[in-house]
């Protein structure tokens, strides 16, 4: 098959890629900075000849955003907003336009549309959509808007030949160089693998392979269209997942941070504590209605897969 990945140059692309090659599909990347010959160039906002690749092509993986790891500042939330529905609004744009669309178009979304919670899992049919929950930082709400906006941006889209699905991501665990996985690895062999904050927040998480998996298996699956959760059956506390990291490392013990040392820490780091302290406890309800099996359910098996690729050297710099 045809597989086009809009944004498919960071890590999640770049693993797609990786795995979708792999199984002999041909893949073409739209990237604002093409380096490759399989890159097309495009500005996530305007059609331009990119939009011919769409046309005959049998999967659209749109992927494209600004980071969500850096210093929310005005201008950096501004740029997460239109970066993503821009990109959404003009990748509909092509396939109204396609005079062959493609059957199928994935949409990145993201498990932070759901509330910060404790007490139950979100799925897809019961799910607590955030925004509004009392006790965290009103900025809080800004990244539920950005997802609820990239969401209704693919389905207000005019294509009725072309399926859509938005996947509601949890962070994607990968032993590549600079994931999130890398850095909490490091953070975790350094001695900083402790709680943060306590650590009762919940982590959702997916391994890479189940992943690429899942999104084989939804390009399969035609009965399923809407929001779909990418995320491990089993989030787990951020406590919990920083001792499965201590343990796949080989690494007694860890030093906890307090809630001040978070932001402190994320302040040197450019980054946001929303991404530390927000309990993002996810289910993926309709993947294991539809009968998708997951090769990493628990979190100890898939930090000691990865750890040990990431000992053997097979890892993307």
């Known amino acids: ?58 999967v659209v993986v749109n992927l494209a955003g600004r980071t969500v790891s850096c210093r929310y500042t005005p201008e950096n939330l501004r740029q997460m907003m239109d970066s993503r529905v821009d990109s959404a609004r003009v990748v509909g744009e092509a396939i109204a336009a396609a005079e062959r669309p493609p059957r199928v178009w994935l949409q990145m ?14 799925d897809e049919a019961s799910g607590v959509i955030g925004g509004s929950e009392p006790g965290v930082p009103d900025y809080w709400g800004y990244s539920v808007r950005v997802a609820r906006n990239w969401e209704a941006a693919q389905d207000e889209a005019d294509t009725p030949d072309t399926r859509k699905v938005a996947l509601r991501a949890a962070m994607v665990l990968s032993p590549d160089r600079g ?36 999104v084989t298996f939804l390009v399969e699956h035609e009965e399923l269209t809407g929001p779909v959760n990418l995320a491990a059956p089993n989030p787990l506390p951020h406590r919990e997942l920083m001792r ?29 504590t929303e991404l530390l302290l927000k309990s993002r406890r996810v289910v993926p309800g309709r993947l294991l ?25 097979t890892v993307v710099d």
């Not at 797609?16 to 380096?35: C, F, K, N, W, Y």
């Not at 979304?109 to 979100?122: E, I």
Request: proline share 6%; hydrophobic share 40%.
């Open 289 to 313: 209605g539809a009968g998708f099996a997951f090769d990493f359910p628990e979190c100890e098996g898939a930090a000691r897969e990865l750890v040990g690729r990431r000992r053997a050297g």
């Open 109 to 122: 979304s993201t498990a932070t549309v759901y509330a910060h919670r404790h007490d139950a899992p979100n």
């Open 179 to 214: 994931g999130v996985f890398d850095v909490l690895s490091r953070m975790t062999r350094l001695g900083l693998g402790g709680p943060v904050a306590g650590g009762r927040q919940y982590v959702s998480w997916i391994h890479e392979r189940d992943f690429v998996r899942a």
């Open 1 to 58: 098959m045809k597989f086009v990945i809009p944004g498919g140059t960071g890590q999640v692309g770049t693993m797609l890629e990786r795995a979708l090659r792999v199984d002999g599909h041909q893949v073409m990347i739209l990237t604002r900075t093409p380096t490759a010959p399989h890159h097309l160039a495009w500005d996530g906002r305007t059609l331009g000849p990119w939009a011919e690749e769409l046309d005959g092509a049998d």
């Open 244 to 272: 499965a990291l201590r343990r796949a490392n080989g690494v007694p013990v860890g030093l906890p941070a307090s809630r001040w040392m978070a932001e402190v820490g994320a302040f040197a780091l450019r980054t946001d």
